[in-house]
């Protein structure tokens, strides 16, 4: 059974950093691709970036591009979402995602974390 845990939400100032991460287990070919998403209530679920371990093929959400990064542990089996120059716009509640294409909807991915809060403070 598919299993996904993310981490490392908190508080930050405007302007700060934050890395997130997300322990995927297992580690198969129907979680080659890892997804993060956000979402803030009454609003839908946003992507935010989305990458194929085996093929490289990344997608970043124009909002994100430029400030966000994702990279992987592979010895660890953990995606990380570098995030940098962080704004108050980019409070929400942040989700790792695992499926098999880079997509950018919600509908593409099959496994979910439960998401870890991220509040940045003016």
């Known amino acids: 059974q598919v299993h996904l845990e993310e981490s490392g939400g908190g508080l930050v100032q405007a302007g700060g950093s934050l890395r997130l991460s997300c322990a995927v287990s297992p580690r198969t070919v129907s979680t080659d691709v890892t997804g993060w998403f956000r979402q803030t209530p009454g609003k839908e679920r946003e992507f935010l970036v989305a990458?194929?371990?085996?093929?490289?093929?990344?997608y970043y959400a124009d909002s994100v591009k430029g400030r966000f990064t994702i990279a992987r542990d592979s010895a660890k089996n953990t995606v990380y979402l570098q995030m940098n120059s962080l704004k108050p716009e980019d409070t929400a509640l942040y989700y790792c995602?695992?499926?098999?294409?880079?997509?950018?909807?919600?509908?593409?991915?099959?496994?979910w974390g439960q998401g870890t809060h991220v509040t940045v403070s003016a």
């Open positions: 995602a695992a499926g098999t294409v880079v997509a950018g909807i919600a509908e593409a991915y099959n496994y």
């Open positions: 990458k194929s371990w085996s093929s490289g093929g990344t």
